[in-house]
């Protein structure tokens, strides 16, 4: 059984610290990992998406790695700002419509 | 363009009630999934319809779930008879041809 683990759990940072949040499944027959972000009481909004045969994708402050041989996935949050503050949760999928699979995910808290 | 809708956001029932949630997908989207997300756990897949027809329901936790989609356009899921451990937050979420999956702000469903 598939199993993602997500690490920490919770994180709380400075404003401007850079940081990196990991993200860990035990299966590498992956198509496609996400990374999504929940604020509280909402749903959930897509921030990157890396198919299996990329090694990374950035979205302005955000960088996302994918390193299927070893299991991981890491998502870098540079400069961050209380905005930020938020659950990010990864997701790997096996197939193009197969379920997404979640992780617990991080709560960021970035302080001012 | 309208995304995901929900309905209703929060609900609170007592044990042994029946509850509906609907989800409306974007407008085009063929695929639409519900996950529910239990206290302190990871959020899980219910089942994923294509269309009018159910493509994957592994993930329905028993009969008292029953998830409807007609035309193909909205979905509804039902609840009967509402148990404790059902509380949790039911996200719905769709998907068109490109696979990328949009996610509603979900509904919020305390059982006492």
């Known amino acids: 059984k598939q199993e993602v683990t997500q690490i920490p759990a919770a994180l709380s940072v400075p404003e401007g610290e850079n940081l990196v949040l990991n993200c860990s499944f035990t299966?590498?027959?992956?198509?496609?990992l996400q990374w999504f972000r929940q604020d509280p009481g909402k749903g959930l909004t897509s921030l990157l998406l890396?198919?299996?045969?990329?090694r990374e994708q950035t979205s302005g402050r955000l960088n996302a790695s994918l390193d299927k041989s070893s299991g991981r996935s890491t998502l870098y949050i540079a400069a961050s700002q209380p905005g930020d503050s938020a659950t990010y949760l990864c997701?790997?999928?096996?197939?193009?419509?197969?379920?997404?699979?979640f992780g617990k995910g991080t709560r960021l808290s970035v302080i001012a | 363009e309208a995304g995901v809708t929900q309905f209703p956001s929060h609900s609170v029932i007592e044990k042994g009630q029946t509850v509906t949630l609907r989800c409306d997908p974007i407008?085009?989207?063929?695929?639409l999934y519900w996950y529910r997300r239990v206290m302190g756990k990871e959020i899980k897949f219910l089942l994923h319809?294509?269309?009018?027809?159910?493509?994957?329901e592994s993930g329905m936790p028993n009969n008292r779930f029953l998830a409807e989609r007609t035309g193909g356009t909205y979905s509804t899921l039902k609840v009967q008879p509402a148990e404790l451990e059902d509380s949790g937050v039911y996200f719905c979420?769709?998907?068109?041809?490109?696979?990328?999956?949009?996610f509603g702000e979900g509904s919020w469903l305390t059982v006492v």
């Open positions: 979420a769709s998907s068109g041809r490109r696979n990328t999956i949009y």
């Open positions: 299966d590498s027959a992956i198509y496609n």
């Open positions: 890396i198919q299996s045969s990329q």
């Open positions: 997701a790997f999928r096996y197939s193009g419509n197969t379920p997404l699979v």
């Open positions: 407008s085009g989207h063929d695929n």
């Open positions: 319809f294509v269309k009018e027809s159910k493509q994957d």
